[in-house]
């Protein structure tokens, strides 16, 4: 009787320790937009509203979040050229104990854009910011 409560208590704190983990890993997915012409316009924004979808779609419940960063807005200066962002840039941004790593995942927009299959984009991208968490 002991022995299983042994490993029960060792079950359970293995698994507060592994969901501890993941909690404290934060993903912001940074969306580098520019101020474009209509047509353009209408373009980098179905591709900012499908990445939104994306988060929305598979990190409801996740420290997921989604932020645009305008590029002619001289306060994002720092993060265009931390990035050497233009339009239609997408970095994610992990935070985890004060550490950050960044993974530039415009391919994957970019070939998105070209091809408009929205669930490759989808698991694509979903890969990418579950390898951050």
Request: charged share 25%; hydrophobic share 40%; aromatic share 8%.
């Amino acid at each position: 009787m002991k022995s299983k409560n042994l490993v029960l208590v060792m079950f359970t704190l293995l698994s507060v320790s592994v969901f501890a983990q993941n909690k404290g890993t934060k993903v912001e997915v940074l969306y580098f937009k520019a101020q474009l012409a209509c047509c353009q316009a209408r373009a980098c924004n179905t591709l900012e509203v499908d990445v939104q979808k994306v988060i929305d779609n598979n990190f409801k419940n996740n420290n997921v979040s989604f932020k645009e960063i305008k590029l002619n807005d001289s306060a994002n200066s720092e993060l265009i050229k931390t990035y050497n962002a233009k339009s239609q840039t997408v970095v994610l941004v992990a935070t985890k104990k004060s550490k950050r790593i960044s993974v530039d995942v415009s391919d994957i927009v970019s070939e998105y854009a070209k091809n408009s299959d929205f669930e490759v984009f989808q698991k694509k991208l979903s890969e990418q910011i579950n390898q951050l968490l």
